[in-house]
């Protein structure tokens, strides 16, 4: 109160609107930022993530804080956000982390592993299990900090031109597979390819792909994979629970002041928040409008889930040897997985049975 | 810039600290507002959402928007909640919306209905598919503004001094139960009875009570009625994914800035994932305490669960009848629900389960 007498009397007389502390001009200067994206603007759920973000911060901020979106392909190509950020040819990024396993492994377990956690787990290991103070030294290496933007859920397991019933019927196969998984796949004979959404429809189209998995029916069918595959094949054991990141140059990240830190930090939870949402939102019914166009669903055999799971853990096994960073988040999320699923199938497993046990009868 | 070097020129000579645009002034006042919670302190799950959310808002405003945290009890009783936000008694609460279904029904749908949705189907239903624009309305009319603001997940079915098996078990039973869910279960004969919290425990102790349901394993242990009853049942089937909710004094929402509005607004459901988070990751552990502590566990027989489920929509299609707003939003509710379930069974259900199913073979 006396601060705002103050105010008018020492403002009187001025241009009132062209006068303000350094206090509040320190910490709320005006930025103008570039984030790009892993994503194409059609995907409208993972790049919608980023808009939602950059509105959010700009209206926490009386618009002070202006964050400019790119889709893949307008400032760097999709699979180079990291670099970009690193680099600070752009100040921030979103993409999905295990793109990046090449250059260390360990950024698989920022998006997921297969037959890791699912979406909830996810949030839950990053946010109170240690997740994220693992994380982040990783990200420090690499000159970002890191916060998960918005979770996937449990992803499909792709679109083949063939129904394969038997580990003998991936032998061969070449398959677009995102991330950390083609280490995995490979040891059932797949051939693995990695390849940013954009040029996966003509590859498939053209043959130089047998399948392709991307991520669930909703941004699968803008992809419209459906049209040169019939076969779409469930669950995607590889990423239960896939969460993109943001990714912060970590120099620039440092000069933020607390309130813009806080503010950019809320804006990013929110954003995956309403991601998961969207996707929650947008799949049911876009798996119905798939399957009328004819769309053959199959579950992926017990014989090909239990090699999978096989070769996935003997992966984890060499990979933790050799790389002992690995070796420690791999135990530490792997000891939550455990602990997790004991709980998860007490209470929401019989959940979400019942329910669907009843959703057939009606 | 040009506006900068203006301030440079105007500022010149006075107390530069104690001089503020009218614009930042009116977007970045001082506020002290108080929040009531429906919960004790102890239950730092629920509570610490509430302390996680004053803690962003101060953060992300400098300080200047400070928000005091009161437990149940402090400023009003954890069922007064509504009221006290409603009168302006306090400018906010935390609470479930369902508490308040004696006053209007709908109230139900903003937490939890039985055999409704699960905690990310609710966040779905609630942002993208129109719950938050059903129940906008609904929260008007009682003087609130209301954001979700955490989820339970997947609530237990309660404690009981004695195994129950058939329908014919739960006659007379007086069992405290949270929200409309007790309008259903009296119709299998038995006395449910709206109880806070802190006064559960005497009342169970006493013999007053038969059976309690609160949430999960880590807020039931603190609550300590492993010690006097020891059949544990699952799933809680009322609340398969319960929303807490912030509610705001209406006017004094209306009242704050546009920035203000969005700083609280992304601090809720910030702090809403985080208390989801710690559900997710303190439940696990207190499980395997509670099961060491002699808890046992039991699952609700099929008879009982069906015959709660038929009870159940027996009290929608009545209600429906009676309300027309209970009825609207019921049938968006159900609609999401249907088609969700539809997809749950394809992707999320059977990774769970094939997880679920190793996790048996280790």
């Not at 001025?14 to 059609?42: C, D, N, Y």
């Not at 799949?283 to 889930?305: D, V």
Request: net charge positive; hydrophobic share 45%; glycine share 8%.
């Amino acid at each position: 109160m006396k601060r705002r007498e103050f105010l008018r009397a020492a403002g009187a007389g001025l241009a009132a609107s062209a006068v303000a502390t350094p206090a509040i001009a320190q910490s709320m200067p005006e930025l103008k930022w570039r984030l790009t994206a892993s994503w194409p603007k059609s995907l409208d759920t993972l790049f919608g993530a980023c808009e939602d973000f950059s509105k959010r911060v700009a209206e926490s901020t009386d618009n002070k804080f202006q964050i400019q979106i790119f889709a893949a392909g307008e400032v760097v190509p999709g699979l180079q956000v990291l670099d970009a950020v690193q680099n600070g040819t752009v100040e921030m990024g979103h993409t999905a982390a295990y793109y990046f396993w090449g250059k260390d492994p360990s950024f698989a377990f920022a998006t997921a592993i297969p037959f890791g956690l699912n979406a909830r787990q996810q949030d839950a290991w990053q946010l109170r299990a240690g997740g994220f103070e693992l994380l982040d030294p990783l990200f420090a290496d690499f000159g970002c900090y890191g916060i998960p933007m918005g979770n996937t859920c449990a992803q499909m397991g792709g679109w083949f031109r063939k129904e394969i019933k038997t580990v003998a019927d991936l032998k061969g196969l070449k398959f677009r597979i995102g991330g950390f998984a083609g280490n995995v796949i490979k040891r059932l004979g797949v051939v693995p390819q990695s390849i940013a959404p954009s040029d996966i429809y003509p590859a498939l189209e053209k043959g130089a792909l047998d399948a392709v998995e991307w991520i669930g029916p909703y941004d699968d069918e803008k992809l419209g994979f459906y049209k040169v595959a019939k076969y779409y094949y469930y669950p995607g054991w590889w990423e239960g629970g896939a969460h993109a990141h943001l990714l912060i140059n970590r120099s620039k990240w440092n000069g933020l002041s607390k309130s813009y830190q806080s503010i950019i930090t809320a804006a990013a939870r929110e954003a995956g928040v309403g991601m998961t949402a969207r996707y929650d939102y947008l799949n049911p019914p876009a798996m119905k409008r798939l399957i009328a166009k004819g769309t053959q669903l199959r579950p992926f055999s017990a014989e090909i889930l239990e090699a999978s799971f096989k070769a996935a853990n003997d992966v984890y096994a060499d990979m933790g040897k050799r790389n002992a960073r690995f070796k420690k988040i791999l135990d530490s999320i792997m000891a939550f997985h455990r602990e997790s699923y004991s709980w998860w199938q007490v209470c929401e497993l019989p959940f979400d049975s019942f329910q669907v046990r009843m959703l057939r009868r009606t």
